[in-house]
């Protein structure tokens, strides 16, 4: 299967164009952003779990990264609530599940053989720091040699310089309405943009997003 699979393209999903799909889990349903493979792939998608649904056992071939939009995410490692960043480094393995339910962003098969950090941070409780221009602010969440990952809040009307993307960048809009020259990106819009990409971002309302750079250099269908 090959879902936005040519990364040397251009991509965007806004929250109109959803298609949920059934898991095998009974109860999980997915929405695919990127996916290269069938049910082990290189894969970027929205995971939602019903209330007292669960996943099968598995481990992580590739590694797993993910957010945690909505609910409350378990496994035997200890319950996430929303705004929880996870990092499950390749050969790790859990059987995830939930009470309340809850809504994923979730990457699997993207960790360089290097990085072994395995970790979880509540964003609604860590500090940001100023960014590089006023209105700014990031929250940090990891950098290993193929990618850096953090959260940057905006403030209204925030304008950033134009610049060129090295590798790549991935965005995922968590509030308000993120915008470039290409479009207006609200609440729930994914955009990846390739390597040495270009663009002038801003955003009126302010948002908050989730961004991943650099890991787009080499990557290939």
């Known amino acids: 299967m090959k879902i936005n699979a040519d990364f040397s393209k251009r991509a965007v999903v806004r929250p109109e164009d959803y298609a949920w799909a059934p ?13 290269v493979g069938d049910e082990v792939a290189r894969a970027t998608s929205l995971v939602r779990f019903a209330p007292g649904s669960q996943f099968d056992a598995h481990s992580h071939g590739g590694g797993e990264e993910f957010l945690v939009l909505e609910g409350v995410f378990s496994d035997e490692t200890g319950d996430f609530p929303a705004g929880s960043y996870v990092r499950n480094p390749i050969g790790t393995s859990h059987t995830p599940h939930t ?11 993207q960790f360089a053989e290097d990085d072994t950090a395995h970790f979880s941070i509540d964003t609604k409780t ?3 720091r100023p960014g590089m221009v ?9 950098t290993a040699s193929n990618e850096n990952v953090a959260l940057v809040r905006w403030a209204p009307s925030t ?4 610049h060129q993307h090295w590798g790549g960048e991935e965005i995922f809009v968590l509030e308000g309405t993120f915008q470039d020259e290409h479009g207006d990106y609200p609440a729930g819009s994914w955009l990846r943009s390739p390597h040495l990409s270009t663009h002038a971002p801003w955003s009126d309302e302010g948002c908050l997003i989730y961004v991943k750079t650099g890991h787009l250099a080499f990557a290939a269908a």
């Open 134 to 142: 006023e209105g700014l602010s990031v929250l940090p969440l990891h």
């Open 23 to 35: 898991s095998p889990a009974a109860g999980v349903e997915r929405m695919m952003l990127d996916r």
């Open 126 to 128: 860590a500090a940001f």
């Open 99 to 109: 009470d309340p339910g809850c809504t994923i962003l979730v990457k699997l098969h």
């Open 159 to 162: 304008k950033f310089t134009p």
